[in-house]
């Protein structure tokens, strides 16, 4: 009877254990204060922005997308005032980027960056027609139709 239950139980663990993996895995945050973080997306690629926050520092830190040789902000970091309780947390933003992408974070004078990413395969691979042109479709009117009369 003990050796069922332990049995049950360590099956129980081990499920709960995958499950947890499977579903939480993947995620990485990084702190960045010196140097800058770039993360390569692949064409077959997302990612995944769910926390960026900024402590300290004057100007305001970045996410950066490059595509294409051009460049863009898409991300502003949440600043984190731990100075007064009182103030009220600015909003916590996310983003998805899809690749192919470089994505860049540069360090803010005096500042401490927190980012929290993950990378993912993009879903449904399919592809779009790159142009849609509707097409008129004819829809048949109801005419009078000329009868003989006698």
């Known amino acids: 009877m003990m050796k069922i239950l332990f049995g049950r139980s360590l099956v129980a663990c081990v499920l709960l254990g995958a499950i947890s993996f499977v579903f939480a895995g993947g995620f990485k945050s990084r702190i960045i204060t010196s140097s800058p973080l770039t993360?390569?997306?692949?064409?077959?690629?997302?990612?995944?922005?769910?926390?960026?926050?900024?402590?300290?520092?004057?100007?305001?830190?970045?996410?950066t997308v490059t595509l294409n040789d051009q460049s863009a902000n898409v991300l502003t970091a949440s600043r984190i005032d731990t100075s007064s309780l009182s103030t009220s947390q600015e909003t916590l933003?996310?983003?998805?980027?899809?690749g192919p992408a470089e994505v860049t974070i540069a360090p803010v004078?005096?500042?401490?960056?927190?980012?929290?990413?993950?990378?993912?395969?993009?879903e449904g691979r399919g592809s779009?027609?790159?142009?849609f042109t509707p097409t008129p479709t004819v829809?048949?009117?109801a005419t009078a139709t000329p009868t003989a009369t006698p």
């Open 93 to 98: 933003n996310q983003v998805v980027i899809a």
């Open 39 to 63: 993360i390569t997306v692949s064409d077959e690629q997302s990612l995944r922005v769910r926390n960026f926050t900024q402590q300290g520092g004057v100007d305001r830190g970045v996410v």
């Open 109 to 122: 004078v005096g500042a401490t960056l927190f980012i929290t990413y993950r990378k993912e395969a993009n």
């Open 139 to 141: 829809t048949p009117a």
């Open 128 to 131: 779009l027609p790159a142009e």
